[in-house]
């Protein structure tokens, strides 16, 4: 059974930072392109980043340059540095394997 737990988000000032992680099980981890995605309260899902298999990473215009997505295939976990948080960063966010969803963690960003 593929499980993606994701962790590290919390409550931030505008201008922080927070890493989030995401660890994978029940997956071959190091095969799969995988990502990080974001739902604002009344928005839809949007893509953040992501990082295919061999490292070549996507970003998401509003967020290039603050962010940045990295994998340990080893610990088959991915992460989302973020820096220089905004209040619109604010929104649940999900960790992504092609056909598999995390329930995510909540980031919040204070003004």
């Known amino acids: 059974q593929v499980q993606l737990v994701e962790s590290g988000g919390g409550l931030v000032h505008a201008g922080g930072s927070l890493r989030l992680t995401c660890a994978a099980s029940?997956?071959?981890?190091?095969?799969?392109?995988t990502g990080w995605y974001r739902r604002a309260p009344g928005t839809e899902r949007e893509l953040v980043a992501t990082?295919?298999?061999?490292?070549?990473?996507n970003y998401a215009d509003d967020v290039k340059g603050r962010f940045t997505i990295s994998r340990d295939n080893g610990k088959n976990t991915v992460y989302l540095q973020m820096n220089s948080l905004k209040p619109s960063d604010t929104a649940v966010y999900y960790c992504?394997?092609?056909?598999?969803w995390g329930k995510g963690t909540l980031v919040t960003v204070s003004s």
């Open positions: 992504y394997v092609p056909a598999y």
């Open positions: 990082i295919s298999s061999g490292g070549s990473t």
């Open positions: 029940g997956i071959t981890f190091r095969l799969h392109t």
